[in-house]
């Protein structure tokens, strides 16, 4: 089946610092993908949807220049958490959307911890 | 916009016992609904779904029927066992839309030996 590999699955850095968090669809081209936020105990938020070659669609509330979200390629997408403070601490994850309609396809990371110190 | 209701819990089971989950949606078009579930320290993996309204999607002993009269979506499963210890999420899809996800908060379930 789908595989989406996400990367790296945690990180720790320090306040001010930038992280990058990698999505990779490995067997299929993902024409969209999604970046999700959860926070402990509760749903996850979606945070934007990017299209491969076009800018992503951030969510209300959503900074998009602390956020920076890359989708280069058809199976790569990138989030960039830039100047991360302790309060950008969570779990994220990528889903990716193989091309087509009808609600199908819908594949998950594996999530990326992240903990600002 | 479109909405999904789960039951939050958490809830403690023991093993062999009845489980129901409850999900109810609010939507303006005629959705695809799925539930989600995540192992600890994991991301969410597909568990069932269905597409239009009367189907039943079932995986691992679980079942869902999509409801459209009650607007529900409804999870079971007649025997739960430890390895059912997990969060599970409702979704849905709008077709007509921009078919990102809309998840419910989450149920966490623990099953006990």
């Known amino acids: 089946g789908a595989v989406v590999s996400q990367h790296p699955s945690w990180v720790i850095c320090k306040s001010g610092t930038s992280v990058k968090i990698e999505c990779r669809s490995l067997?299929?081209?993902?024409?969209?993908m999604f970046w999700y936020r959860q926070f402990p105990k509760q749903s996850l938020m979606l945070m934007a949807t990017?299209?491969?070659?076009?800018?992503?669609?951030?969510e209300q509330g959503v900074e998009k220049d602390k956020f920076l979200i890359n989708h280069a390629s058809l199976t790569l997408s990138t989030l960039t958490v830039t100047s991360a403070h302790p309060e950008d601490s969570s779990f994220y994850i990528c889903?990716?959307?193989?091309?087509?309609?009808?609600?199908?396809?819908?594949?998950f990371g594996s999530g990326t911890r992240l903990t600002v110190v | 916009g479109d909405s999904v209701t789960q039951m939050e819990g958490p809830v403690t089971l023991s093993e062999e016992a009845f489980l129901t989950i409850n999900c109810t949606y609010t939507?303006?078009?005629?959705?695809?609904l799925f539930w989600y579930v995540q192992y600890p320290g994991e991301g969410l993996q597909l568990l069932l779904k269905?597409?239009?309204?009367?189907d039943k999607g079932s995986n691992k002993g679980f079942e869902a029927t999509y409801r459209k009269e009650t607007t529900s979506f409804h999870l079971e499963k007649g025997s739960v066992q430890v390895s059912d210890s997990a969060v599970y999420f409702c979704?849905?899809?709008?077709?007509?839309?921009?078919?990102?996800?809309?998840f419910g908060k989450g149920m966490k379930l623990t099953v006990n030996p």
């Open positions: 889903s990716a959307r193989e091309g087509g309609l009808g609600g199908y396809g819908y594949t």
């Open positions: 067997d299929f081209q993902a024409t969209t």
């Open positions: 990017s299209n491969e070659g076009s800018k992503a669609t951030y």
């Open positions: 939507a303006t078009g005629y959705p695809s």
């Open positions: 269905a597409t239009k309204a009367d």
């Open positions: 979704a849905l899809s709008d077709q007509g839309g921009s078919e990102k996800l809309v």
